[in-house]
């Protein structure tokens, strides 16, 4: 099993910037890649971002170049830093972690946190 908890959530303006933060524990040497959901009200869950331990990451289009994800092998962590926040960023987001498949795909996760709401205003 793999325990994750995402931190940093909170409520921003549009146009700043917030970071999220994932700890992992237990056996987190089973998870081959970590990635980032989010979920709006209304809406279904969505890909945000993914890295495997290659470091190889991913982007969904909506994100791409604002957002960046990376890891901490030493403190098992995973971090979103997100960069010109805009309202329809505003959603709860999930840290999953994931053995083998295709990172976009969220059916190919194992583990996931509880979620972090992120809220954008203008």
């Known amino acids: 099993q793999v325990q994750l908890v995402e931190s940093g959530g909170g409520l921003v303006q549009a146009g700043d910037s917030l970071r999220l933060s994932c700890a992992a524990s237990?056996?987190?040497?089973?998870?081959?890649?970590m990635g980032w959901f989010r979920q709006a009200p209304g809406k279904e869950r969505e890909f945000v971002a993914s890295i495997r331990w290659s470091a190889t990451t991913y982007y969904a289009d909506s994100v791409k170049g604002r957002f960046t994800i990376s890891r901490d092998n030493a403190k098992n962590m995973v971090s979103l830093q997100m960069n010109s926040l805009k309202l329809e960023d505003t959603a709860v987001y999930f840290c999953?972690?994931?053995?083998?498949?295709?990172?976009?795909?969220?059916?190919?996760?194992?583990?996931w946190g509880q979620g972090t709401q992120v809220t954008v205003s203008s």
């Open positions: 237990g056996r987190t040497f089973s998870a081959n890649f």
């Open positions: 999953a972690a994931g053995i083998s498949g295709l990172t976009i795909s969220e059916k190919n996760y194992n583990y």
